[in-house]
């Protein structure tokens, strides 16, 4: 008989405030005929109460259902970071699927059904939830890439990242479980417990599980050399979806990994952190120097996703308090950065023609001059250049691993910022210095531009004065 | 009773034919197939642990995986069907038209 486990439903509040309004999303399609912007509503103020119930416990860190889910200072904080993604996700959708035709109601609930599964991932703290949620993420993002039925690209993009994901998702399964049998726990924090007093029955079986579980995750936060089908299905997606995925999921991937390594295994660090460190500098090589030869916008942002996983692998493994919560401060402003940027992709294209070339983008700093002056503060902001929020994410992750005396990591990570200029500055390049190869025809959609507006304004704003979203970052 | 050791070799076994089933063949169906191999690999290792263990956990793990393994069928085989019917193919390597 297996005694009934402690139910805590208040501190799933979150979880269970998005699912029942992603429900009525899902119904309310049925309702409401062809015009699907009443949708739209429902998902901003589910995700707006979200934001609201995620305070429902303020005694952090408050553990439930047998410790295998916490709210803590890590969690609400990841929450607000995903019910702002989803939130600026459902916005710049709006206009480009009534422009592409993208026409179906199960397109809102399928971001909030992500949201969901991000949620759970960035609390639980047990395998089998973290699998989970881990599944939920991947399962709606699959179907989200390939939205446009009637795209090839759009098809191939979402195969290959399903054929790739559950690969991967094996992967990550085996560790668990080898993990789960030589530690007899699903726990994380069994697990360090049962590593600390060496009650594992076998070392090697932990270490494989270790490695195996490094590839799981590192696949899912498109890390090198589990990179592969991060281009490719960045550009094939929608724009509004590629910009989805570059955040949230991401974000959530790496609350996971960041508890994950540094809750279960933090006895094993002289083994992972070798290896993360490793696939770090080798993430930001390969995502800076694979940017360089990109002649497209979105597979030019994919490279430099690449290589901003690499910058936040070294918060991982810093593993101290600061660098928890350089990993969320940085995800805030990573989040306001991307879609700001993906936002001006959009609005630069038109019915037809998504003008995704970088040539395309020859002089914009002529016909638009505001338009070109906001990807340049993204872009710069991306780069990391002082005193844009970027700089402040990126000093705030180097200075958590250079507490713990990563030094030589720091360095090539601050080389690499560098040489990402080269990039970004091509982009500007071309906006300012280029001319015109045919007329722009812009039109300035209202919810896109409110969405760039505020997404410079915080770029600028948490660059200028962090401090207090920092200490809200802070436990 | 079988020692656990035996249960691990099976599993192992199991999972390397499908990842090798993964790298090697070009046809969607089978490389899906053949992830299905490395999850059910993964549902033997589980419920081994569990048996020798003589916990609970690993079998409703092992249930959590079934579940999503059919969640991941029926996604998977509709994305293969979107697919196909823009492009009569099932083979990866014509799935060329973004670089690989």
């Known amino acids: ?475 | 009773m079988v020692p656990l050791t035996h249960y691990l070799i099976l599993s192992a076994t199991l999972f390397s034919i499908g990842v090798l089933g993964v790298l090697v063949r070009r046809n969607a169906i089978v490389v899906f197939m053949c992830i299905e191999i490395m999850l059910n690999a993964v549902n033997i290792t589980l419920i081994a642990f569990d048996r020798y263990l003589n916990q609970h956990d690993g079998q409703i793990f092992s249930f959590m995986v079934i579940c999503v393994a059919g969640a991941e069928v029926s996604v998977g085989l509709a994305i293969v069907i979107a697919l196909f019917r823009n492009k009569p193919t099932v083979n990866l390597d014509e799935l060329n038209l973004m670089k690989w």
């Open chain 1, 1 to 475: 008989m297996i005694p009934a486990p402690e139910i805590d439903l208040v501190s799933l509040a979150p979880v269970l405030v998005l699912s029942v309004f992603t429900m009525l999303v899902l119904l309310m399609d049925l309702f409401i005929g062809k015009n699907k912007s009443g949708l739209v509503f429902i998902s901003l103020t589910g995700l707006l109460l979200t934001a609201v119930s995620s305070f429902a416990k303020t005694d952090w860190p408050v553990r439930s259902f047998g410790g295998s889910y916490v709210v803590d200072h890590l969690s609400v904080f990841f929450t607000m970071v995903f019910c702002i993604s989803s939130a600026l996700a459902i916005l710049i959708s709006i206009e480009y699927n009534r422009r592409e035709k993208i026409r179906v109601g199960e397109y809102y609930s399928l971001i909030l059904f992500c949201t969901v599964g991000m949620i759970i991932l960035a609390s639980s703290t047990d395998l089998i939830m973290i699998f989970l949620g881990i599944e939920i993420v991947s399962l709606c993002l699959y179907v989200l890439a390939g939205i446009r039925r009637g795209d090839v690209r759009s098809s191939e993009a979402a195969l290959k990242y399903f054929l790739l994901g559950a690969f991967a998702t094996g992967f990550l399964l085996y560790g668990m479980a080898l993990l789960y049998g030589t530690t007899g726990t699903t726990k994380l924090a069994g697990i360090a417990e049962a590593i600390s007093s060496g009650q594992m029955s076998s070392q090697p079986l932990v270490l494989m599980g270790m490695v195996l579980l490094v590839l799981g995750f590192g696949f899912k936060v498109a890390a090198v050399p589990f990179h592969m089908w991060t281009p490719d299905v960045y550009q094939g997606a929608p724009t509004p979806v590629t910009a989805f995925m570059a955040v949230g999921p991401k974000a959530a991937a790496f609350a996971a990994f960041f508890r994950v390594f540094t809750e279960a295994m933090p006895e094993l660090a002289s083994s992972w952190d070798m290896i993360l460190s490793i696939i770090a500098v080798i993430t930001m090589f390969v995502g800076n120097l694979g940017a360089i030869v990109q002649t497209n916008i979105k597979r030019l942002l994919a490279y430099s996703s690449i290589s901003h996983a690499g910058y936040l692998l070294i918060a991982i493994i810093a593993r101290n308090s600061l660098g928890g919560s350089a990993l969320v401060f940085y995800m805030l402003v990573y989040t306001f950065m991307i879609f700001g940027a993906f936002g001006i992709v959009i609005l630069i294209g038109r019915e037809g023609k998504e003008n995704l070339e970088l040539e395309d983008y020859s002089g914009l700093g002529f016909q638009s001059p505001l338009l070109a002056l906001s990807m340049s503060i993204f872009l710069l902001s991306l780069g990391g250049l002082p005193p844009l929020a970027g700089f402040i994410a990126k000093f705030y992750i180097f200075q958590a691993a250079l507490n713990e005396g990563y030094v030589i990591l720091v360095v090539l990570a601050v080389l690499n910022s560098a040489i990402s200029f080269y990039y970004y500055l091509r982009v500007i390049v071309y906006m300012y210095m280029k001319e015109p190869q045919g007329e722009f025809q812009i039109t300035l959609t209202p919810i896109t531009l409110l969405v760039i507006v505020i997404s410079v304004l915080v770029t600028v704003e948490l660059g200028l004065f962090p401090g207090p979203v920092l200490s809200l970052a802070q436990p």
